[in-house]
């Protein structure tokens, strides 16, 4: 009996397992129609990804509309999160506008039945900071309205030696059974969460109805009081201590382990 069970649970956790390969495979094979320095955007065919089972419970998929530059700013600017008691915008105000543009420029490019995959990073230049962060979304239209699934959310990514410079393109599938992230997307009145199931929410899939999205406010509107608070300007001495220790581990002069934590005991004393 036992190895009757035994033999029935791998069964299930193989046809899991083949599952989740061919869901990452698909959304591999994602073709790139824009490459920057800080964005890289790619073109996936609706019928592709995600799979077969998902998209039945999904409505009927649509072309995008035609969007502004303007009217993808206030999209951007839309979504918040919270990381403690503050609450942050996903993408900071000196990104909003860039990102805005190369999101447009790539709509261009695209069929009719493709979705976008949009994956951008950030570093703030004028504070050395050793990671930029990094933002992945997965947007489509369909009958429900503008659809936009995060992968990723602020996301420390490390910017360091030349052979790992570019590692911050690569991602994982963005799933839309669970969420990757670690942070939440806060709710708002402009959109909808997407539905894993009747019962449970996705808590970083956000659906903008068609009449919302053309009632988006001003980006100025939609910045969260905080995140201009955590953009403020820092001490010129923990900028340089910070400067100092990212160039020695570029050099190879002191480890990972050692930058990481050296950081950390700078960080401390601020």
């Given at each position: 009996?036992?190895?009757?069970?035994?033999?029935?649970?791998?069964?299930?956790?193989?046809?899991?397992?083949?599952?989740?390969?061919?869901?990452?495979?698909?959304?591999?094979?994602?073709?790139?129609?824009?490459?920057?320095?800080?964005?890289?955007?790619?073109?996936?065919?609706?019928?592709?990804?995600?799979?077969?089972?998902?998209?039945?419970?999904?409505?009927?998929?649509?072309?995008?509309?035609?969007?502004?530059?303007?009217?993808?700013?206030?999209?951007?600017?839309?979504?918040?999160?919270?990381?403690?008691?503050?609450?942050?915008?996903?993408?900071?105000?000196?990104?909003?506008?860039?990102?805005?543009?190369?999101?447009?420029?790539?709509?261009?490019?695209?069929?009719?039945?493709?979705?976008?995959?949009?994956?951008?990073?950030?570093?703030?230049?004028?504070?050395?900071?050793?990671?930029?962060?990094?933002?992945?979304?997965?947007?489509?239209?369909?009958?429900?309205?503008?659809?936009?699934?995060?992968?990723?959310?602020?996301?420390?990514?490390?910017?360091?030696?030349?052979?790992?410079?570019?590692?911050?393109?690569?991602?994982?599938?963005?799933?839309?059974?669970?969420?990757?992230?670690?942070?939440?997307?806060?709710?708002?009145?402009?959109?909808?969460?997407?539905?894993?199931?009747?019962?449970?929410?996705?808590?970083?899939?956000?659906?903008?109805?068609?009449?919302?999205?053309?009632?988006?406010?001003?980006?100025?509107?939609?910045?969260?009081?905080?995140?201009?608070?955590?953009?403020?300007?820092?001490?010129?001495?923990?900028t340089r201590k910070l400067s100092e220790l990212k160039q020695a581990f570029d050099q190879g002069l002191i480890?990972?382990?050692?930058?990481?934590?050296?950081?950390?005991?700078?960080?401390?004393?601020?």
């Amino acid at each position: 009996m036992l190895a009757a069970i035994g033999k029935q649970l791998k069964l299930i956790v193989s046809i899991l397992l083949l599952a989740s390969i061919g869901c990452a495979s698909a959304f591999a094979r994602r073709e790139t129609i824009l490459s920057g320095q800080d964005i890289v955007v790619s073109r996936i065919e609706a019928s592709t990804y995600p799979d077969a089972s998902i998209q039945k419970t999904l409505p009927e998929f649509r072309p995008f509309p035609q969007l502004t530059q303007e009217q993808i700013e206030r999209i951007l600017a839309l979504f918040a999160f919270k990381d403690g008691n503050q609450a942050i915008n996903v993408f900071r105000h000196a990104e909003v506008k860039p990102v805005a543009k190369q999101i447009l420029d790539a709509m261009k490019r695209l069929k009719p039945q493709d979705r976008l995959v949009v994956v951008s990073k950030y570093d703030k230049k004028d504070v050395v900071f050793n990671r930029p962060e990094r933002n992945s979304m997965l947007i489509w239209n369909d009958a429900a309205g503008l659809n936009v699934v995060f992968g990723t959310i602020r996301e420390d990514v490390l910017d360091g030696s030349d052979h790992d410079r570019d590692a911050w393109k690569e991602i994982g599938a963005i799933s839309l059974k669970r969420s990757n992230s670690e942070y939440d997307l806060l709710p708002s009145s402009f959109y909808t969460a997407g539905k894993i199931s009747e019962e449970k929410i996705h808590p970083t899939w956000a659906i903008i109805p068609e009449e919302k999205l053309a009632a988006l406010p001003p980006v100025a509107e939609l910045a969260v009081p905080s995140t201009r608070q955590e953009e403020k300007a820092v001490p010129v001495d923990l900028t340089r201590k910070l400067s100092e220790l990212k160039q020695a581990f570029d050099q190879g002069l002191i480890t990972k382990e050692e930058y990481e934590s050296k950081r950390k005991e700078i960080l401390s004393k601020y």
